[in-house]
């Protein structure tokens, strides 16, 4: 076994125990996240000199080693690790490729009642059956932010699979997040539960209600924008670590948001865009129907799947 991460940041010359301390609070808890932060910002946050802060940094990029470049054919190898989860519905997983990818993030986005909420439920659902049936065979952490998690809700997707609802219920974990701050914390939380359950999907639904009703008007934008950076960032990082599937949802400003102005624009605009790897369109369709609309992606064509949405679930 190596060191622990505080092991490895407290070895970095120049870091105290108090200094150790505030990044800590500060939430830095790997090597990495010091080796790319900056001089200025690291400063602040320990409250020390910059060319200290500078020293620190140059010793974790060393000790990190960061920037290393890799050969294509050992990024191909690890691209092949990625697993696949089944949504349910053969167009929409068609739609992703052949289903949700791990170590990505997708983002839902769409107004009220689109179907978001009713995708992350059904993930959560399949993410626990065998790889077989297209699951990941493991257990499903969500970080709620509205309340939206509805045990019952799982109990009929589950039954509707002939699962026993009980047994999936045990393999969904939910933190309900109070504020920004509490919800990114819970991803370090969701690290450290993660050593004792194989957990193979991270949920949070939804990722930018918090940011959206804490950080108001453009002073705040900036600030808001970088927690959301980092954020999703650690997310990203989670499904590295554990070949995960993440799934975010993301409301569309239904006014003309004075950031954005378009109705059917995401909240979050750039930051979210740039680092969720694949953005999904959810919008209504009559009777049940949902229209998927696949908006970006590394590697797939843009396009639209239909999928329907009924007390048994996901389906087609």
């Keep these: 076994m190596g060191m622990t991460d505080e092991e490895e940041i407290e070895k970095l010359p120049g870091v ?39 020293k620190i940094i140059a010793a974790a990029k060393k000790a990190a080693d960061v920037g290393g470049f890799e050969t294509g054919d050992v990024i191909l190898e690890r691209r092949k690790t990625v697993a696949k989860l089944t949504s349910g519905s053969k167009a929409l997983d068609e739609l992703m ?5 791990t170590r990505a993030i997708t983002e839902f986005f769409g107004e009220f009642g689109s179907g978001k909420t009713q995708l992350c439920h059904q993930l959560a659902v399949n ?4 790889t077989s049936e297209g699951g990941l065979e493991g257990h499903t952490f969500m970080i709620d932010t509205e309340q939206t998690f509805r045990p019952e809700r799982i109990t009929q997707m589950a039954e509707a699979k002939e699962l026993d609802p009980d047994d999936i219920l045990k393999k969904i974990h939910v933190a309900r997040a109070f504020n920004s701050h509490h919800q990114t914390l819970l991803v370090d939380k969701a690290f450290e539960m993660a ?38 960032h650690d ?23 004075a950031f954005f102005g378009d109705p059917t624009r995401p909240i979050g605009g750039h930051i979210v ?40 679930g996901i389906s087609d």
């Design 97 to 101: 490729g052949g289903g949700f990818e």
């Design 235 to 257: 997310l990203l990082r989670f499904g590295d670590v554990h070949n995960a599937v993440i799934a975010v949802t993301n409301q569309v400003a239904a006014k003309p948001d």
């Design 16 to 54: 105290g125990p108090a200094i150790l301390e505030k990044l800590k609070e500060a939430g830095y808890n790997d090597l990495m996240m010091i080796a790319v932060d900056t001089p200025k910002n690291l400063a602040e946050v320990a409250e020390i000199g910059e060319s200290t802060a500078a």
């Design 273 to 312: 865009g740039h680092t969720a790897t694949f953005r999904i369109y959810l919008r209504k369709s009559k009777g049940g129907k949902r229209i998927a609309r696949l908006i970006d992606s590394p590697n797939l064509p843009e396009a639209e799947a239909v999928f329907q949405v009924s007390e048994a």
């Design 195 to 232: 050593k004792e359950f194989p957990v193979k999907m991270l949920v949070v639904d939804s990722l930018t209600a918090h940011f959206r009703a804490e950080y108001i008007g453009r002073g705040a934008l900036a600030e808001r924008q970088q927690m959301l950076n980092k954020h999703m």
């Design 127 to 130: 993410a626990t059956m065998p």
